[in-house]
């Protein structure tokens, strides 16, 4: 059996990550989606929130199943079997950084890495813009799964302010 490892922080998942995950299913018989818990890292979103968005987003796809993980990727990968890692790739600023990881992720672990490049629809999209985004008012919609767009919004109280 091959199986996958999608890792990231999803903080919030985007519909970039979940174009990811759907063709990282495609191409293994089990993914997991691993969501990286760094308490000493500022999140807009608690660990189980973005846990209970990602079991939404990948509710119809049945062997996707996601996990929460802290310290080396290539510990979890060992600890479930992992053999790839499966990551999307935006742009070539993205790309340098990617290798460099998955070639430590391989010289630590043997553990290989697959890159995906993100689909063009997705390529302008991170979490930290359609956070950012939402919380100045502006609409993401299109750009997140409505469950993530719900929540968004009840963390978003803030308008850009117009008194100037
Ligand atoms: O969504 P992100 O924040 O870009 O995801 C980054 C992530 C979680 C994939 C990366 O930071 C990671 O793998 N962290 C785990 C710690 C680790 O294994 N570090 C060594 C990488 S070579």
């Known amino acids: 059996m091959r199986r996958a490892v999608c890792p990231g922080s999803f903080d919030p998942m985007t519909n970039g990550h979940l174009d990811i995950i759907g063709r990282a299913a495609a191409l293994f018989d089990e993914v997991?989606?691993?969501v990286l818990v760094n308490e000493a890292k500022q999140a807009l979103f608690g660990a189980d929130e973005r846990i209970t968005m990602l079991q939404q987003a990948t509710a119809t796809m049945g062997h996707v199943r996601?996990?929460?993980f802290g310290g080396l990727l290539v510990d979890f990968c060992t600890?479930?079997?992992v053999?790839?890692?499966v990551k999307g790739v935006r742009d070539s600023g993205e790309l340098g950084y990617e290798l460099q990881m998955a070639q430590m992720n391989r010289a630590l672990s043997g553990v290989e890495t697959v890159l995906l490049p993100t689909a063009p629809q997705w390529s302008f999209v991170?979490?930290?813009l359609v956070k950012e985004v939402a919380r100045l008012g502006g609409d993401v919609e299109q750009?997140?799964?409505p469950y993530v767009l719900d929540r968004l919004r009840q963390r978003s109280p803030d308008r850009p302010d117009e008194s100037i």
Do not use: G, N
Request: aromatic share 6%; proline share 6%; hydrophobic share 40%.
């Open 66 to 68: 996601v996990a929460s």
């Open 79 to 81: 600890e479930r079997s």
């Open 143 to 145: 750009l997140v799964p």
């Open 83 to 85: 053999d790839t890692i």
């Open 32 to 34: 997991y989606v691993a």
């Open 126 to 128: 991170s979490s930290s």
